[in-house]
């Protein structure tokens, strides 16, 4: 199948042993003769490099501390026709890049969400969770809440729209992905979804590097909520904690205690979610 030549842009900011299970993840990608992978190396020691050196193109992006920095310097670097971001804790399927073409992509496309969801055998009761919750879900997750958006864990963008559009935000924590679709559709490009172009996430296993998670989700939704006022509100607290509450109650007195252990989760991400909102959002 003739297709457009694809970079894929992957943003990097762990240890070692992040980089090799990134490596583990990426090494089974299948890419074309025109395509390439690129890794942003946003860690101050340069810890990709040795790991994935000859899998990938390396860069060292150290300047700002941002996922959203890193792509742009992997963007920067990239050669290719079209911009396929993925995170680097997601497991691509080997076909991935082919399945974004499987159907035409029409010339006034600039943006293609592809679909995320959880590792099936992470097995934590905050992975099962995640999964239970649709948390990354392009339609029915966290992001479809903002408005027409979608996640850069899998997000294909044509490299003139994004250009034209200047990349994405600068100098911030959350959000971006959303607010540069905001920009690309506002600037007259069409957002399309490709459900079978599918990775695999792994979601955090412990609660306080989740709940810290949601709160800078929750610094991102009040960012956005500036630009577009009534996209990505305030969580409601009170009335969320009391339903949370009594669902709870609810699910102890018929024994039913994973689904009880969820909605306390619920309530914790609720008052995150609130306490991240008041937060600034600029690093």
Known sequence: ??????????????????????????????????????????TDEGVAAPVLGDLATVIHAPDEHSSYFARNSGAAVAGGDWLLFVDADCVPVPDLVDRYFAERIGDDVGVVAGAIVGVQDQDS??????????????EDGMHSSSGAGAATGNLLVRRRAFESVGGFARSIRSAGDIELCWRLQDAGWQLERRPDAIVEHHHRDDI???LAMVARYGAGSSWLNQRRPGAAPRWPLVGGLVGTGRDIAGHLIRGRFEP??????????????????RASNEL
């Open 208 to 210: 306080a590097s989740f």
């Open 260 to 277: 009880a252990l969820f909605r306390a989760i619920d309530g914790l991400g609720l008052i995150a979610h609130n306490v991240g909102y």
């Open 125 to 138: 009761l905050l992975a099962r969770y995640a999964r239970n919750r649709n948390f990354l879900d392009q």
């Open 1 to 42: 199948m003739r297709r457009p030549s694809v970079s894929v842009v992957v943003p990097l900011h762990g240890d070692e042993a992040y980089a090799n299970r990134t490596r583990k993840a990426f090494a089974a990608l299948q890419l074309g003769p025109a395509d390439e992978l690129v890794v942003a190396d946003n």
